[in-house]
Every structure is written in C-alpha cells, then in structure tokens.
C-alpha cells in the first residue's frame, strides 16, 4: 500500500518530554523513520557565566544543571578546583559527601522510574515514589535547609557538619526503602503490560553504546560493567564494597533494571558509610600550601580564601553521577574567574544514541525508550 | 481544677453587662448604610462591574476558583517541585487543581516554573495566547519573576512578564511546595474578588 | 610509558609535544594530522570519547579532546592549536559517533568548524543566532530575540517589539 511520509513534532511543551525537548519525526504511518532532536530550549549559558563569576560564585549553578541529583554536580565542580588548587580533604567530609551523593542517586533513580512509569500510562509508581523522596528531600532540608538545590559541598569539605539527630533519621529511611524497594519490584517488575512495553525495545549493542559515548546505567544496560566508582575510585569508594551492577540485553527494561539493582547499592554504601564513618573535623584546616602543583600564591594561607586564586593550568575531572559520567573541565589563567568552564554532562551525551536506537519503532516505544535514558533538560541544555 | 500543671479558676460572664456593639441606625444616611446598599455600589463602582450582577459574579468566581486547571508545562527545576506539589504529600487536589491538562486549550491556569529562555519564550507566549479566558499566570521562581542568577546570561528571558501578564510572582530557587501553596491561595483570592460583569460588557 | 608517549612513538611528526594536564597524559598534535592520531589512539585502547572542549585564547583557539580507555583504564588528553580567526579542524565522527553531537556544540558555542562533520548546524542555539558566544569579544550587550517562523523554526532578530509586551 502506498503511504504519504507524515511529519510530527513533539515537543517542546509535552508531558512525556521531561522538560522542553522537542522531537521532529519523519513517520510512515506509525513506524518512525527518522527521529530528529532539536534542544537548547533551556539554554542557559552556564558554561559563559561560569567566565564571568568567582570560583564559589560558580558553585551555585552547578545545582541547576541536573536539577534531581544535585549533589554529584556540586561534587564534581569541587572536585576539579581541589585537584587543581590540591587542596586536602578530611576524611569525614568525603564521608559526608558519599553520603550525600549517594542519598542523591536513589532520589534521582525513584523520580527517573517513576517518571517513565507515568509517561507508560501508570501513575502509582510516581505517586509512591515522591512519597519516598519526600523523606529523602527532608533529610537533605536538615543537612543544608534546601531541597533541591543546594549548595552543601564546598571547596576543602563541606558547609556544615552532619546535624543532631541525622543518623537516625537516615536509618529510618533506610529501613523503609528497603521494604519500599521491594514494593516497587512487586509492582513493575513482572508486570505483563510493562513487559510488553520495555522488552525489546530501544536495544543498543555494547560496541555502539561505547562509541556514542553513553555512560551510566545506560551503558551498563548494555552489558558493559563499567563505572566511574570502580574504574578510577574518587573520594572514599575505593574503600566501599558494592559492585557495578549491569545488564546483557541492552533494552529498556535491562536499563530499568539497572537502576533498581544501583538503589539496592546505593542502600548498601549508605550502611557502609553510616557505621564506619570516622569523628573528626568537617571542614580542612589544613593551609593548602601542599600542593602538588606549582605557582600557589603565598598569600593564600587560610583554609579557603574568599578570593581564591588557583594556579594557572587546566583540569578534566568526572566521576558517575546517577545519570552518567558527569564532568568538569577547568581552565584557569591564574585570576579569580575561571578562564573557561567546560560541563560534560551525562544526559546531553547519552541522548545522541536515542534517535538511532528508535528508528522502525512506534512513538509510544520511542517514549518508553527515551523515558529509560533518563535526562534532564538543565544537564542537556546547559 | 488542674489542667497541665496550671491551676485555671472557673469565671462567670455577666451577658446582661456586655454592650452590643453594633448602634441602630437613628438618621436616614444611617439607615440607608445600614442596608448595605452604599457599599455595595461603592465596592461595584471600585470594580467597574455592575451592581446587577454581583451576585452571580460571586457563584462565577466561586465556580472558577473551585476547579483551576493548570496547563503542564514545565520548564526546569520549579518543574521539579511542580511534580512535588502535584503529588501526594502536598497534594493540591485539595483546591481541585490536580488536573493538570497536557492541552492549553482546556486549561486557565499557566505556571511558568523555570527559566524562560529566548528560544523558548515565543513558544510560552503561544502556550498563553491558546489558553482559553478567563486565564491566570503564576510566575514561579526567580528565573521565571526576573530572570533570577541566570539574569546575566545572553540567553535568557528577564522575566517573563516581559511577554505574557502575570498574576501572581512566587519567589524563591526553586520556591518550596509550601511557597506554592501560598501563591495558589493568594491567586484564589484575587479570582474571589474579580468582577465579571465589567469584562462581559454588561454594565454598559 | 604514558599513553602520549605512546602516541610519539607511534607518530613522531604529528605528534609537537606531550605533557600532563594536570595529572592526566596530553599530546599536542598538529591540525593536521588529528585525524590520524585519533584513530591511532582509538588503535591504542581509547575507546571512549569523553568530551570536546574549545577554549578562545584570544591570540588562538585550542580544542582539547578527552579520551579514555575502558579496557586499560588510562586518559589521553589530544590537544590541537588552531588559528583564532578561522579556526577549522578534522570531525572525528568517522571515529566515534559521540563526537557528532558534542562537535556540533563545540562550532555553537565557540564557532570552530569540523570540516567532514555530516550536519554542522548549531544545536543549543537557534539557527541565524549572531555570534559565538563563548567567544572573548562575544557581545553581551546586543539582545537577541527569537520568534516562530513559518513552519516551527526560529527566526532570530535584535527586535522583540512583536514578542515584548512592553515597547
């Protein structure tokens, strides 16, 4: 039968987008052909205000970037100006900030299922899943009196040290997610309908996830064991025992399953770190004199000096975010701004697989597909 | 008797010596005011609607207030805690808002929450101009009242009453589910007290 | 021996001088021969393009790849230097289909071309956006609007009149 090609657009303003993406789609009949993306709706220029703020002034942005997972991007950011200034770090403040990232990373890993659950025509894993992160959102609220974006890790460790009461609090919620993440495996995992949705559809090989550059639990989907935590530890997760969790079939339901299999770690690092965290100082006195590289400004004494002067040089540092390889790359010419901020971010680069990965599928699998890359316009816009 | 450690003693009000406040109107100006007939005219003439209909302007307003559908659209990270206020730990079902419409067309309320960049700001507006009236706009966030940290930015929109009117400004980055809550009352407040015979032309 | 000595033994002409980028082995490679040291370095392990960077130095433009092998676990940083008025430079996404987008990105952002590159088109930005804005001597003071055009697009303009309320 002779079809005419029929040309769609989705987006911007659409529920199942996660923000303002905007999809052009070349159909026939209900078969996508060809899936065209068209971003930068939310551009906000971060990387040019990035220019003309300080090193701290920069900080803030970085929350706004993935927007659910704040944490890892404030870590990321000062990741790269501690390993560019080499400033130490107390042990209790990598403890904290483990901590935090990973608290993060179940936070991100409820709303991005939940999400794609809604998006599949099922509210209650949404429902069920902002109840728990509500619960998450309070414990941060206490940390640093924000929910969302928060400005909680500084050069040198963090803002404040963990408040009275915290620990119990987090064991609490640790003890309900375990049960809350056995409800949600009750409810989805064997589910006929979600099966038929997510088996099968949006397979990408291992080779081609790798050369897209996909990262996070969409890489490992693909049966590709990797992850920034174990290949090159940062912080304190050479010292955790948790494992990379991966799937072989490179579908939508092995990336979903993935992200349930990283929150079962996630619990299991939380425990680690709650019962071995050490009692010390949050914040490093130590002068940062130390460094490695050369050219530190005599001046710079204390622990961070509101007019923080870097050496010159330039700096590339990642580490896994709950969406993938997230990272920074820093140039600084030796003043206050830096010279140029670079952001990696994870969602940007794993959706360049996404139009090639739906092509001959049907627009409600595109939505399952796209639903299990789990982005954030903020990360892919910048 | 003892109630929580302190010792309360019981007190007899005399009615008979409690004045009423209220005076009887003596004089004609008094007696007109006291049928309430001034200030209605007076609150009728404040908003040019008409003195006929402000009854029915009242069961309107009523009806609008009760079910306020907002449009989904959400843009970043206020988008976020929109999701948060929507579900069931803030829940705002209890204002009969908890439709949110995938279509402007069915919807008469707009929450901009997030930055409005130049891309995106004609599509905002185009979002607005397909809403049906009798229509509302809560600008939620810094970056949606003025642009916010990213004000600076050369792609950014410097608030979005720029281009389309905005009803109620909620502050904050990302403002709290609490913020919003109190920005939807304050909305549902200004809705009670619009007149709608004036914009029906009925007064004329 | 590090990866960029590797990459100088391997080749020696396009190859001017490797060092550290902070701790993280870098080579700096000719423009010319990019191409070839990048599927060199692919031969070498790297199989994963992690990002591409453009920085304007106002006197050049510098485009710094970050590379990273899965399999041994290294970084390689390639470097290449290129003229500040006409910077060009070979695509690599022959080599990694992840560079297409992030290329596409480095031209909008800091208006580097990528000759071979299948669509060279800004994608953060609108199409007949004025500039490059990260870009040094970017004007930050001339507002640019965008508007729907006829069938979807954006049209760019310095005029808001019929997108602002007030005039």
């Known amino acids: 039968m002779q079809t005419d090609e029929l040309l769609i657009n989705m987006g911007p303003v659409h529920p199942s987008t996660h923000g303002v993406l905007r999809f052009k789609l070349r159909m026939d009949g209900e078969i996508i052909k060809d899936c065209q993306l068209v971003l930068g709706y939310l551009h906000r220029g971060t990387e040019k205000l990035g220019e003309m703020k300080t090193y701290q002034q920069v900080l803030p942005y970085t929350d706004r970037l993935d927007y659910i997972s704040a944490f890892p991007n404030n870590y990321c950011y000062v990741k790269a100006i501690e390993e560019l200034a080499g400033i130490e770090v107390p042990l209790r403040a990598e403890y904290i900030r483990v901590l935090v990232m990973e608290l993060n990373r179940i936070v991100n890993h409820i709303v991005s299922i939940g999400s794609l659950l809604m998006d599949l025509g099922a509210a209650t894993m949404i429902m069920w899943g902002f109840r728990e992160r509500e619960k998450a959102l309070q414990l941060f609220e206490m940390l640093c009196g924000a929910r969302m974006t928060f400005n909680y890790i500084k050069p040198g460790g963090v803002r404040e040290d963990l408040p009275e009461g915290f620990i119990p609090k987090l064991n609490e919620f640790l003890e309900e997610m375990e049960m809350r993440i056995k409800d949600y495996e009750q409810l989805i995992n064997s589910n006929e309908i979600f099966l038929m949705r997510m088996n099968g559809i949006g397979v990408i090989s291992a080779k081609d996830a790798i050369n897209h550059g996909l990262t996070g639990p969409t890489l490992r989907g693909s049966g590709v064991n990797h992850d920034l935590r174990k290949l090159e530890p940062y912080s304190i997760y050479h010292d955790l025992d948790f494992k990379a969790c991966s799937r072989p079939e490179g579908d939508s339901y092995a990336r979903y399953m993935v992200r349930i299999d990283e929150m079962w770690e996630s619990l299991h690092i939380l425990r680690q770190v709650v019962d071995t965290m050490p009692e010390a100082k949050v914040i490093s006195t130590s002068k940062y004199g130390v460094a490695p590289m050369t050219g530190v400004p005599s001046t710079v004494s204390t622990y961070f000096p509101r007019i923080f002067t870097p050496p010159a040089g330039e700096v590339y540092t990642r580490i896994e975010a709950p969406k993938g390889e997230l990272g920074f790359y820093i140039a600084s010419d030796g003043s206050t701004k830096p010279y140029r901020v670079k952001i990696r971010s994870p969602s940007f680069c794993n959706l360049t697989a996404l139009s090639g990965m739906v092509k001959g599928l049907k627009i409600p699998d595109l939505i399952a597909a796209f639903g299990t890359m789990d982005i954030v316009l903020g990360d892919v816009d910048r | ?204 | 021996m590090n990866a960029a000595e590797e990459l100088k033994k391997a080749l020696p002409d396009a190859v001017t001088k490797i060092g550290m980028q902070c701790n993280k082995p870098e080579a700096t490679v000719k423009k010319e021969d990019l191409l070839d040291a990048a599927a060199k370095a692919q031969e070498l392990g790297f199989d994963q393009l992690s990002v591409i960077t453009g920085v304007d130095y106002e006197d050049r433009v510098e485009v710094i790849y970050n590379l990273f092998s899965y399999e041994n676990k290294h970084n390689l940083v390639l470097k290449v230097i290129l003229d500040h008025d006409n910077p060009e430079v070979d695509s690599l996404t022959t080599l990694w289909k992840g560079a297409d987008w992030l290329e596409r990105e480095t031209y909008d952002l800091v208006g580097i071309k990528f000759t071979g590159h299948p669509n060279l088109t800004r994608i953060l930005l609108p199409e007949g956006w004025n500039g490059h804005p990260l870009r040094k001597d970017y004007d930050m003071e001339t507002e640019q609007f965008v508007t729907i055009g006829e069938d979807g697009d954006d049209v760019v303009s310095t005029d808001g009149s019929n997108l602002l309320r007030r005039k």
Request: hydrophobic share 40%; proline share 6%.
């Open chain 2, 1 to 204: 008797m003892e109630k929580g450690g302190f010792r309360v003693d019981s007190v007899t009000i005399d009615t008979t010596k409690i004045k009423p406040v209220r005076k009887t109107p003596e004089t004609a100006i008094e007696k007109l005011e006291d049928t309430g007939l001034i200030s209605t005219l007076l609150a009728a003439r404040e908003r040019e609607g008409s003195i006929l209909f402000s009854t029915i302007d009242q069961v309107f307003n009523w009806a609008r207030l009760s079910s306020l559908w907002p449009v989904t659209s959400g843009l970043a990270c206020c988008a976020i805690e929109m999701m948060g206020v929507a579900m069931a730990h803030h829940d705002i079902a209890r204002f009969g808002m908890e439709i949110f419409r995938a279509s402007p067309r069915q919807a008469d309320l707009m929450f901009v929450a997030g930055t409005v960049t130049k891309r995106m700001a004609p599509r905002v507006k185009q979002l607005y101009e397909m809403m049906p009236d009798p229509k509302w706009v809560i600008s939620v966030g810094s970056c949606a009242n003025t642009g916010g940290p990213y004000h600076d930015s050369y792609s950014v929109l410097k608030g979005v009453d720029n281009i389309i009117p905005v009803d109620v400004y909620i502050p904050g980055c990302p403002p709290r589910p609490e913020a919003w809550l109190y920005g939807i009352i304050q909305l549902r407040e200004k809705i009670k007290n619009e007149g709608y015979g004036a914009t029906w032309g009925l007064d004329k």
